[in-house]
């Protein structure tokens, strides 16, 4: 799909802005951003990195500039950028992009540090190094604090990226039919997730079986068999470009009494894991929660991913859900909350959703039920 869009272009201005003060607080020149998921939220672009260098330079005070190819102008035709006053330095080759960089940054960059964005590949980042005389650092510590916590507009489009995945898992048990392959039914689901209103399919897991017990299986040609738990784990990207990413797992055919009580401690689980999420909570204390009811059922080996992570503009960003990570959770910030069981060899769950913390507790954004879902069994005629 070619269809692209932004948001409004206030948006852009407010978050290059922050980032600019944002980099004065942190004491550095400026940033130096290079095609990826930082520079699409700063301007809403979508160039893509070349061996010619594009790259934003936004000085910790003073304009911002982008220096870009003049074969790659186009690309800069679907971004804020000429909303925004961004001052537009375009090359040819055989002039030298990298000290338009250092230009651009002006005489405060002499001696200063310089972050850039951590997509930025060697090929531009050695180069830049040599003209501004210093290897600069990452530019993470400073942009992940914007882009962890979500603006209202940001939420928006999540909530209709959750929407839209909701819609496919409502048609997920039509394509469950014994005698299909795994590979069989991930198709019939793309073809859903793009006809439910996202742009692209980002992923597409279907697990069946033994298979479900590998949280990172894709698909494969083995046949769905009546009694197979399958893990159904979809996502993709509403315009302008925020993800969904939703699990539920299936049963064809009743399950097995003891699949069906473990099952339930997991959906105990994902359960006490949301119902913690509130401001002030840190993202250890989330995954602990989910870990701890699945430990009290001596599930707790079968537990072998963290419970979460964020998501927006890439389908995983910070903050993470995971033991260790004693960041306080704040209102606007999106993660997933997705516990799983894994049986190596016999079969596996998962349960996913997206939720948004609040100003006083959580907002998931995946509304379909909890359940195990029963698919009753169907030959593939009818």
């Known amino acids: ?26 004491g550095l020149a400026g940033l130096v951003i290079t095609p990826g998921y930082d520079l699409r939220y700063l301007i809403g672009s979508r160039a893509q990195t070349f061996e010619r260098l594009t790259a934003l330079v936004l000085p910790a005070s003073g304009p911002p500039t982008i220096v870009v190819p003049r074969l790659e102008l186009a690309a800069l035709r679907e971004s804020a950028v000429a909303d925004l006053g961004v001052a537009v330095r375009d090359w040819v080759d ?37 003209v501004l005389g210093a290897t600069p650092i990452l530019a993470t510590a400073v942009l992940r604090e914007l882009r962890m916590v979500k603006d209202p507009s940001e939420i928006d489009a999540l909530r209709k990226a959750g929407a839209a995945i909701d819609r496919v898992h409502a048609r997920v048990p039509e ?34 079986g033994p ?79 989910a870990r701890d009811v699945l430990a009290e059922a001596g599930l707790a080996e079968y537990f072998v991913h963290r419970t979460g992570h964020g998501i927006g503009l890439s389908v995983h960003e910070e903050p993470y859900i995971v033991a260790g990570n004693a960041e306080q959770l704040r209102p606007g910030m999106a993660f997933s909350v997705e516990p799983g069981i894994y049986f190596p060899g016999a079969w596996g769950a998962r349960i996913e959703d997206i939720v948004i913390v609040t100003a006083d507790g959580v907002e998931p954004l995946n509304h379909r039920p909890h359940d195990l879902v029963v698919v009753p069994v169907r030959s593939p005629q009818g």
């Open 1 to 26: 799909m070619c269809v692209t869009s932004r948001f409004d272009s206030s948006v852009y201005a407010h978050r290059l802005a922050a980032a600019a003060a944002a980099a004065a607080d942190a």
């Open 94 to 130: 055989g002039q030298d992009p990298y000290r338009m960089v250092g230009e651009a940054l002006g005489a405060a960059a002499s001696g200063a540090v310089v972050a850039v964005t951590d997509s930025m590949p060697a090929l531009h980042l050695l180069p830049l190094a040599d």
């Open 175 to 208: 394509f469950l039919v014994p005698g299909r392959t795994e590979a069989d039914v991930a198709a019939d689901i793309a073809d859903a997730i793009l006809a439910e209103g996202h742009s692209e399919v980002a992923f597409v897991i279907v697990g069946s």
């Open 211 to 289: 298979n479900g017990a590998d949280p990172h299986h894709e698909c494969s040609d083995r046949e769905l068999q009546a009694g197979d738990i399958v893990v159904i784990d979809i996502g993709g990207p509403v315009e302008p470009g925020y993800h969904s990413d939703s699990t539920r797992t299936y049963s064809i055919g009743e399950p097995d009494p003891v699949v069906a009580q473990n099952y339930s401690m997991l959906q105990q689980a994902q359960r006490a894991a949301v119902a913690s999420v509130r401001p002030g909570v840190s993202a250890e204390q989330v995954d602990a929660a």
